[in-house]
């Protein structure tokens, strides 16, 4: 038999679309893998409904920003330029067009504008990111892209370096995000702690710690410090730190202690 995937897109003027064939597959069933999609069917499917999606999103992005912002005139076009979008889904191909500054701008600002650089400056989506780092901080880098590229449809920008660089972008972010250090986590002074009345149920607190080493500098070395405190009733919340190389490492705790 022969499956064909349709997909029909309805923007928001409420026309729909008429549905085009994204993926078509032959399909017999002799064995127990012939039952389904198989991992390589998945992923051509996702790769071109996200392709198709992706285009149509970002086809009306662009509409939308045409427009000069103070007069409304139409902007004129400068050509297009190619971009390559890094999604989960697969690497989508799209036309970054450049519209040129509005003639009432009298020479202000940049000459020409390109509003898909705004929307995905860095050209890889945010749940891509999410995924990569989340992989890369339990498995080394190459593994982690290995792991990615065996179940998703993403073909290029896959390895441990682009991973490593991504994930480093995330952790300055993160970094830049950490909030003012603090002296204390509790009001009033240690007099009046001692007269605080001791809290319901049981906590149960596990600390651990462990050197990282430099791969390359072999003798320089930190400490990791790893905690959780599970309450009996309630969700155990985790902190880590990393106390004799981070000026301020109390930041990290109020930011663990508050998410
Ligand atoms: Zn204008």
Redesign the pocket.
């Known amino acids: 038999m022969r499956v064909k995937i349709l997909l029909q897109i309805t923007t928001d003027d409420g026309e729909p679309a008429g549905a085009e064939e994204i993926a078509s597959f032959g399909k017999c069933v002799e064995r127990a893998e012939d039952l389904g999609l198989s991992l390589a069917e998945s992923k051509i499917l996702l790769a071109a409904a996200q392709q198709r999606i992706v285009e149509v999103q970002t086809k009306s992005w662009i509409e939308a920003q045409r427009c ?6 139409r ?1 004129r076009s400068k050509g297009s330029y190619p971009i390559v979008f890094h999604t989960l889904f697969g690497d989508v191909k799209l036309a970054s067009p450049r519209f040129h500054r ?4 009298k020479g202000n600002g940049r000459a020409t504008v390109s509003p898909l650089m705004e929307l995905i400056p860095y050209h890889v989506a945010p749940e891509r990111l999410y995924l990569e780092t989340r992989w890369a901080s339990l498995v080394p880098y190459a593994a982690a892209a290995e792991l990615l590229g065996d179940v998703l449809p993403v073909e290029t920008g896959v390895n441990a370096t682009t991973l490593r660089q991504h994930v480093l972008r995330v952790a300055e972010r993160a970094e830049a995000e950490l909030p003012k250090d603090r002296r204390t986590f509790m009001d009033g002074s240690p007099a009046d702690w001692q007269t605080l009345p001791v809290p319901d149920g049981r906590i149960v607190v596990g600390l651990d710690g462990g050197y990282v080493r430099d791969w390359t500098e072999r003798k320089n070395n930190f400490e990791v410090i790893v905690g959780r405190s599970m309450p009996e009733d309630g969700a155990p919340r985790y902190l880590g730190f990393v106390h004799g190389f981070d000026q301020k490492p109390k930041r990290r705790l109020v930011d663990m202690l508050e998410s």
């Open positions: 000069c912002e103070v007069c409304s005139r902007r509005c003639v009432c701008r």
